[in-house]
């Protein structure tokens, strides 16, 4: 090649590299001109065949070819990459479907945390029990309908799908001693007909207060106290609670546990049917039965228990009006709970 050959070699590679539309037309035009094999490389790997006297014009001429080549190169691949960015300015947004937690799982977290503050750790158990956990710790006498084949899901004689979350407060304390302070969220099973209001899979929250006597003697005013705080922070300012005597064999004295009802102050709607209240939870003095299954002095010790359905508590939070939308998992109905 001589110096008439190499212009214009050099006015076509330039003309070439200036009407390459895109990226990719850009890079095969570099590895066509400096890349490794390319037209300039391999020109300077020939520069000893050039006769010795053009050699230094024509190397000059071809390091100026090559610096023109790289600098063309550069600006045209910078505006292809600038021109990507605004390409994808262009495009309409992408919806990012923000997911968020389950109803059930959010009144279980916020509960956990309402107990927490309290100084409730949360306990677990299974959900597969024995006879003993699930009944006959917890007081009930044998003949109770709850014990009953139509009411409960059994595996054989002492194996049983727990039909509350009562028996993890006779494992809490069976693995510790007093004092005793817990929450116990999970899965329970009845033997129900699925309605608007019943599943026979739902969730309770149990919870567990014992302490020693007589220094720290736990009482019935305790654990309302403690109730009205869940109240009002789990349902808002303003909601109180009520205790109204009731029967459960592991508790005495019993009480059902009503909250003032959140939407119309008391007055009556109809998410409370015109009472005023709404009934959520169970509870109770333990009994110094369960006392005595688990290994404690009854004399020593004293506690509350009380036990609720998230179900309902979500229900009644949200305004859901129909159970199985907690468990169909349409998405249409829990992005409405956002
Ligand atoms: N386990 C009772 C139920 O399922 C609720 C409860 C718990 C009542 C603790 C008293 C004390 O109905």
């Known amino acids: 090649m001589d110096l008439l050959e190499l212009e214009t070699a050099r006015k076509i590679s330039l003309d070439e590299i200036a009407s390459a539309s895109d990226g990719a037309k850009v890079e095969a035009l570099r590895i066509k001109y400096v890349g490794r094999n390319g037209s300039i490389p391999m020109l300077i790997k020939a520069m000893k065949d050039v006769p010795k006297e053009e050699r230094p014009l024509f190397g000059k001429a071809v390091q100026a070819w090559k610096a023109e080549v790289e600098a063309l190169l550069q600006s045209k691949q910078a505006v292809s ?24 799982t959010r009144v279980i977290e916020e509960t956990a945390a309402i107990f927490g503050k309290l100084g409730f750790t949360v306990a677990d158990g299974p959900e597969l029990e024995n006879k003993f956990n699930n009944f006959t710790a917890l007081n009930t006498p044998s003949h109770h309908p709850s014990m009953d084949k139509s009411d409960t899901f059994w595996f054989g ?5 727990r039909t509350q979350t009562s028996p993890v407060q ?30 026979a899979n739902f969730h309770q929250i149990e919870g567990l207060y ?5 220094e720290k003697p736990v009482s ?11 109240a009002r922070e789990m349902m808002g300012d303003g909601v109180t609670v009520r205790f109204r005597p009731h029967f459960f064999p592991f508790t ?5 546990v009503d909250f003032s009802c959140h939407v119309c102050k008391g007055r009556g709607c109809g998410v409370c049917k015109q009472s005023g209240w709404i009934e959520v939870a169970g509870a109770g003095m333990v009994d110094p039965r369960v006392f005595e299954h688990v290994g404690y002095d009854p004399a020593k010790v004293s506690g509350y228990a009380f036990g609720f359905g998230v179900e309902r508590i979500a229900m009644i939070k949200y305004g859901i009006p129909d159970i199985r939308w907690l468990y169909e998992n349409d ?8």
């Open 331 to 338: 998405v249409r109905f829990l992005s409405q709970l956002a």
């Open 220 to 230: 019935l005013a305790d654990l309302k106290s403690v109730l009205a705080y869940f």
């Open 81 to 104: 990459s600038e021109k990507k960015i605004e390409c994808d300015l262009s495009q309409p947004g992408r919806w990012f479907g923000f997911g968020l937690k389950h109803p059930l």
């Open 170 to 199: 006779i494992r809490a304390m069976m693995a510790n001693k007093p004092p005793v302070r817990v929450i116990c969220p999970g899965r329970t099973y009845r033997r129900d007909t699925t309605d608007a209001t019943h599943s």
């Open 210 to 214: 014992v302490d020693t006597l007589p």
């Open 252 to 256: 005495e004295p019993s009480v059902e």
């Open 157 to 161: 004689e002492d194996c049983l799908l």
